[in-house]
């Protein structure tokens, strides 16, 4: 049906993900719905979790790394929080500026359009 509208000169692109099971594809149908239907700080806060989920573990990782770093360095045990803290910063900005580098577009940017991209 959507040929209908491209010009015969134009071109169309389809997107497709054949890795996602029907029930997945279902819970992000009821998911971005529920995004629709919610109030703004709600919408903020469900991309907040979306990304949190999406990086949770490679954040977790590195800053294992850091810890261990500190560790070695003969620094005193335990790391402080605020460094622990400014460490998952540092991670989180420079995975925004991959995200951003990568895809052209601003990671937060790209999660809204995501979340709200319901048909």
Do not use: C
Request: hydrophobic residues 40%; negative net charge.
């Amino acid at each position: 049906n959507a040929f209908q509208f491209v010009s015969s000169s134009g071109r169309i692109f389809l997107a497709l993900y054949p890795h996602e099971d029907m029930q997945a594809h279902d819970d992000w149908l009821d998911a971005k719905q529920q995004y629709m239907s919610s109030m703004p700080i709600e919408r903020k806060l469900m991309v907040f979790s979306y990304l949190l989920h999406g990086m949770y573990d490679d954040v977790v990782e590195k800053v294992q790394r850091v810890e261990q770093a500190w560790k070695e360095s003969g620094r005193p045990l335990p790391m402080p929080e605020y460094m622990r803290f400014m460490a998952i910063l540092r991670i989180v900005d420079m995975k925004s500026k991959d995200h951003t580098l990568a895809r052209g577009m601003d990671m937060f940017t790209d999660a809204e359009d995501w979340m709200g991209g319901y048909p």
